[in-house]
């Protein structure tokens, strides 16, 4: 569910047609200015800690995967195919996790007949690729909504202490991210 916070903050980003946009808050706090720990939840992103950048007309960013532990970076989707995976040069984005199966995912951005875009993954990997702790199953697909958690290793409590989470939170940049009535899915 997406909270009032962030709904605002993407339509402002919207408004703004694509502006590149700077998520490295030191701190999630919510609007209280409480500091968030919660890694199951989205994180709650003040409208004031974003700064905008210079756009790029002729790579436009599509959406981000904002990581939940600091360990790794923000990925930022500019094709409309984005793959993930262990085998550096076969992959867009590495992860080096040995859980992580050569070609583990595949994010694609799909344009339907009524030119409403949205996102969808392709699930290759042999442990398992989750949308909010949801198996796709190898093979499978599953669409990705904005605020969504996309995890690469659904860890178990005890693996979960001894290693960084690979979690990413879902952010996209286009107007799609309301649509989430099946008229505009496959």
Not at 157 to 177: E, G, P, V
Request: neutral net charge; contains cysteine; proline residues 2%.
């Amino acid at each position: 569910m997406i909270t009032s916070q962030i709904k605002d903050a993407l339509e402002q980003i919207v408004v703004l047609k694509l502006f590149k946009l700077d998520f490295s808050v030191p701190e999630v706090r919510t609007g209280a200015g409480e500091k968030k720990k919660e890694k199951k939840e989205m994180a709650v992103v003040d409208t004031q800690s974003l700064t905008y950048g210079d756009t790029d007309e002729s790579d436009p960013v599509w959406a981000r995967l904002m990581p939940t532990s600091k360990t790794y970076q923000v990925i930022e989707l500019y094709t409309d195919e984005t793959k993930f995976g262990r085998a550096k040069g076969d992959v867009d984005h590495e992860i080096t996790e040995p859980q992580v199966s050569s070609l583990h995912c595949i994010i694609h951005r799909v344009t339907d007949d009524k030119n409403a875009m949205y996102c969808r993954v392709t699930d290759c990997s042999t442990n398992g690729t989750f949308i909010n702790t949801n198996k796709i199953g190898k093979g499978s697909q599953s669409n990705l909504f904005d605020g969504d958690e996309l995890i690469f290793i659904q860890e178990s409590r005890k693996d979960a202490k001894n290693r960084a989470t690979t979690r990413y939170t879902f952010i996209l940049f286009y107007l799609f991210y309301f649509r989430r009535n099946k008229e505009y899915m496959y």
